[in-house]
């Protein structure tokens, strides 16, 4: 599969009902502006922000108790100003399709079968559970954290602790007790919401010693609501000053006509989520209400292309950001299909058996999982009818041509693949899917609307076709407020505008077209520079998925004094795989075909495991400063790690007497 070739092109009728078509025929209408085609439509919404961000709050009928005085106070970053006077609820805008009915969401999990929940029910759990948690003394800006799976009840936690104006925070039970208390601690929380244990892979992890752990170190904690989720029917408590999850439900529901959401600025904090925390205790990353709901009902809507009755579904744990943005589906009217527990278990198709079964339309992975589905020979088209699905969306990691292409083979030739990235830090996406666009292998449709996204090369110019940095030139409403206890923002500058003075530097390697297409090629600070060219670590890996021998792998480039430098390769692979002499060279030589002799790796070592963070990225920086001579607790936080023992290889690799050092 070539990078480039075509793989589908949107028919007349599938244009036609795409939600993009009718904001281009409503702004036409109603705003006197019309559009070319979706480059000039884009180019619009970053030139004339006010303008477009205003249209969007009238297009989605965002309900304001007050109104904002204009659209940008400040259009500098940091410190844009969105909407200021304005006063709403992002809890209040997601249950305001109650009312029509029907289910808001599906889930099914290692204990639980597919289940859909009502509207009415969830709308009465989140104001009886939010009235209770106003009676604990829950007031508006204090924290509300969580130790929760991806289930329904952590969604109903979620709502009812925005609808008041706490601040909410979650990590998945998958953490271990270090990895949540560098997160939770940061933000001295009242309240925590947690369960018993989980089911992953069949196995039952009872986490119930490690919550009595958590729980007494929060020292700022006064409540704990505890879910029995592994073990429903146990009604012992973990902690005598516990209280059950069920007893908030035991009272008369809170209608809706006496419940009040409480009225927040647009930038009042809503959640805070926490990056991946690889080098250094993690930063908790503060989103504000009107933000998000802004956001997510732009990205949603337009880049997802969902429609009311949609079922969406994405794999993700309650510990990523994309669990916060499937969580907000129900803006649209779409309905998110939760699921709790391993992606090939009982049976490696198992995420399309739940897909078929509950209509999914929209599904979402990483393109790791596409690879671990190919080589595990899954066909889904052969075992099911997925007559509803119409999206496929990729995000995590880069996208390389073979696993986009894999879906036209194996699930459906008439498929939009809708290729994206983004980050925490916005809690978005920058680039990604356009319904209207033709789809072409390893490529990225297109920027996404309102995102004024650019490849900046050292100087700080924007370059075309060029390899560069990614950057943001102009604000958006949904970048974080600030990073929790940060005095002067001291942190925040140096992460995102310490290169390019009030420019969002990213971190990502970014290349776009004359056309608009895109394509991000990993992070830029793991950055491979050889003889003064600079390479993306995707294009090594992109590579290596040729070769069946090799599983996974890991990449960097070590600089040395007087201008040299070393870039070895690391590889996981294959069982029955052996590193000999022809495989060495096949790699070699495949490396050299597809790119250029610079991307041949000086050195190929077997390994045990490839490093990855507990939200499913590779650790090529903690691990480059490992080999760099950087102390291992310094350059790696371990309970940031899925598998901490994935590190130890390249730990006494660097102990030992390293060829670099020769």
Same mark, same amino acid.
């Given at each position: 599969m070539?990078?480039?070739?075509? !793989?589908w092109?949107?028919?007349p009728?599938? /244009?036609?009902l =795409?939600n ?18 979706y ?5 619009w ?5 006010e303008?477009? *961000? ?9 309900e ?16 844009a100003?969105?909407f200021?006077g =304005?006063?709403?609820?992002? =809890?209040?805008?997601? !249950?305001r399709?109650?009312?029509?009915g029907?289910?808001?969401? !599906? ?8 289940t ?9 759990q989140v104001?009886? @559970?939010?009235?209770?948690l106003?009676a604990?003394? /829950? ?7 969580? *130790? ?29 007790e270090?990895?949540? @208390? ?5 933000l $001295?929380?009242k309240?925590l ?15 119930? %010693?490690?919550?009595?752990d ?6 700022s904690l ?8 592994l ?5 012992s408590l ?9 007893e ?5 529901a ?5 419940f009040?959401f ?6 009042h ?15 908790p ?6 933000g /998000?709901?802004?956001?997510?009902l ?5 880049h ?11 794999y ?6 994309l669990w916060n943005f499937?969580? $907000? ?8 299909v939760?699921?709790d527990?391993h992606p090939?278990?009982?049976?490696p198709?198992?995420?399309w ?8 339309? %929209?599904f979402?992975?990483s393109?790791?999982? #596409? ?9 889904p088209?052969?075992?099911y009818g ?5 999206t496929?969306n990729?995000?995590?990691?880069p ?5 986009m292409? *894999? ?13 994206? %990235?983004?980050?925490?830090?916005c809690?978005?996406?920058f ?5 209207t666009l033709?789809?072409r292998?390893?490529e ?7 995102v004024?996204v650019?490849a ?8 075309v076709?060029e ?10 409403p949904?970048?974080p @407020?600030?990073? *929790?206890n940060?005095?002067e923002?001291?942190?925040? !500058?140096?992460?995102y ?6 420019v969002?530097r ?10 608009g ?29 040729l070769?069946p021998?090799v599983?996974?792998?890991?990449i #960097? ?26 495989l060495?060279?096949? /790699?070699?030589?495949?490396l050299?075909?597809e790119y ?5 790796p000086d050195r190929?070592?077997? #390994? ?6 507990l ?8 691990v ?5 001579g950087?102390?291992p607790e ?9 598998d ?11 102990? %030992? ?6």
């Open positions: 070539q990078p480039g070739e075509l !793989l092109t949107p028919g009728e599938r /244009i036609a =795409a993009v078509t009718a904001l281009a025929s409503w702004l036409a209408r109603e705003r006197g502006r019309r559009f070319a085609d480059q000039a439509l884009w180019r919404s970053v030139e004339d922000l303008g477009f *961000w205003q249209a969007l709050w009238d297009y989605f009928g965002i304001s108790s007050a109104p904002h005085t204009r659209v940008l106070g400040r259009r500098t970053m940091p410190g100003e969105w200021p =304005a006063r709403l609820n992002y =809890a209040q805008h997601v !249950l399709r109650e009312s029509a029907g289910d808001v969401l !599906l889930h099914l999990s290692e204990t639980r079968p597919l859909a929940l009502p509207w009415a029910t969830l709308g009465a104001r009886t @559970l939010a009235t209770e106003r604990l003394g /829950i007031k508006p800006g204090d924290r509300v954290v969580a *130790w929760m799976p991806n289930i329904p009840e952590t969604m109903v936690a979620m709502l009812a602790t925005t609808a008041i104006g706490a601040i909410w925070a979650c990590c998945s039970p998958d953490f271990g270090r990895g949540t @208390l560098d997160r939770l601690a940061q $001295s929380p309240l919401f947690s369960v018993d244990g989980y089911r992953y892979g069949g196995k039952p992890f009872d986490r119930r %010693s490690q919550l009595r958590i729980a007494r170190s929060l020292i006064e409540h704990l609501i505890y879910l029995p989720y073990e429903p029917e146990e009604r973990p902690l005598a000053s516990a209280r059950q999850w069920h908030h439900f035991e009272r008369p809170v209608p809706a006509e006496q009040e409480e009225q927040v600025a647009f930038d904090p809503l959640w805070t989520l926490f990056s991946s925390g690889t080098t250094g205790l993690p930063k990353i503060v989103h504000g209400h009107g /998000i709901l802004l956001e997510n732009k990205n949603a809507t337009f997802f292309d969902l429609r009311a009755g949609d079922r969406v579904f994405f993700t744990t309650s510990g990523w950001m499937i969580t $907000s589906i129900p803006l649209t009217g779409a309905l998110p939760l699921y527990g090939a278990y009982p049976a198709d198992v995420l058996k739940m897909a078929d079964e509950a209509g999914v339309a %929209s979402g992975a393109p790791t999982y #596409v690879d671990q589905l190919s080589r595990s020979g899954i066909v088209r052969d075992r997925l007559g509803q699905l119409r496929i990729l995000a995590g990691s996208a390389t041509p073979e696993s292409a *894999w879906f036209y083979r194996n699930v459906k030739a008439d498929l939009w693949v809708a290729n994206g %990235s983004g980050g925490t830090d809690c978005t996406g680039v990604g899917g356009v319904p033709p789809v292998a390893g990225i449709q297109a920027p996404q609307l309102g004024s650019k900046f090369n050292a100087r700080g110019e924007s370059v076709d390899v560069g940095e990614l950057v943001l030139t102009e604000p958006m949904s970048m @407020l600030r990073f *929790w940060d005095p923002d001291r942190r925040y !500058l140096e992460t505008f310490q290169e390019f003075p009030g969002w990213h971190g990502d390697f970014f290349r776009i077209d004359g056309q297409r895109c394509f991000v090629l990993g992070r830029s600070d793991a950055t491979l520079n050889r003889y003064g060219i600079r390479i993306g670590t995707a294009e090594i890996y992109r590579t290596l998925t070769l021998e599983q996974d792998a890991l #960097v480039n070590l600089d040395l004094p007087a201008g040299g430098f070393f870039m070895p390769l690391f590889v996981k692979l294959a069982a029955g795989a052996a590193l000999d002499a022809d060495e060279a096949r /790699i070699r030589d495949t050299r075909r250029t002799p610079r991307h041949v190929i070592y077997q #390994v045990p495991g490839i490093p990855y963070t939200t499913g990225k590779k650790m090529e920086v903690p480059r400063r490992i080999l760099m950087v102390a310094k350059a790696a936080n371990r309970s940031g790690v899925s901490p023992s994935a590190l130890d290889f390249f730990i006494a690799y660097a102990r %030992s007497q390293q060829d670099y050092c020769l």
